[in-house]
């Protein structure tokens, strides 16, 4: 007999190692998987912010109160809104579109509410506080801005 050992790994120590690559494998890919699942949604908060801050400064860019008196009610276009008591008729949840009443693209899982406040005296002048409201349908995101529109 010879008095040489043989080189090489063991059965048992290509098993243990097989082993534990398989958990330190496994652990990285849960990781990579929870990261991932969440990269969405900073992008998703950023857009209900656009969206949220779009609305908003288009009920503040209107008119305080309705300069020819006519009630153009809740038409589908809001060009013909010319004040901002015009954007109550976003009271309840909706899909968001442009101005002309068209859909906006990969945005319609979102849903955009508002609401304008009855006159009120803040620093001596009159205002009407108008909120707008976005959603998602995930219910990941309930987002709100408001702000404050002067009569002068």
């Not at 494998?25 to 912010?49: D, E, F, N, Y």
């Not at 209107?62 to 060009?79: F, L, Q």
């Not at 809104?81 to 976003?90: Q, R, S, T």
Request: proline content about 5%; aromatic content about 6%; charged content about 20%.
């Amino acid at each position: 007999m010879s008095t040489e050992h043989a080189r090489g790994f063991s059965l048992l120590e290509v098993v243990v190692t097989l082993v534990l690559l398989s958990v330190a494998v496994l652990a990285i890919i849960g990781l990579v998987a929870q990261i991932g699942g969440r990269s969405a949604a900073p992008v998703l908060h950023t857009q209900a912010l656009y969206l949220a801050e779009g609305y908003l400064e288009e009920a503040l860019l209107k008119r305080y109160s309705d300069p020819d008196g006519i009630d153009e009610g809740c038409a589908a276009s809001r060009t013909l809104w010319d004040d901002i008591g015009d954007f109550n008729c976003l009271a309840t949840p909706a899909e968001p579109t442009d101005p002309l009443g068209n859909s906006l693209p990969g945005l319609s899982r979102y849903r955009i509410q508002a609401s304008v406040g009855p006159p009120s005296v803040v620093g001596g002048a009159t205002t009407r506080r108008v909120e707008i409201r976005v959603t998602h349908l995930d219910g990941d995101i309930d987002l709100r801005l408001a702000g404050l529109r002067a009569d002068y």
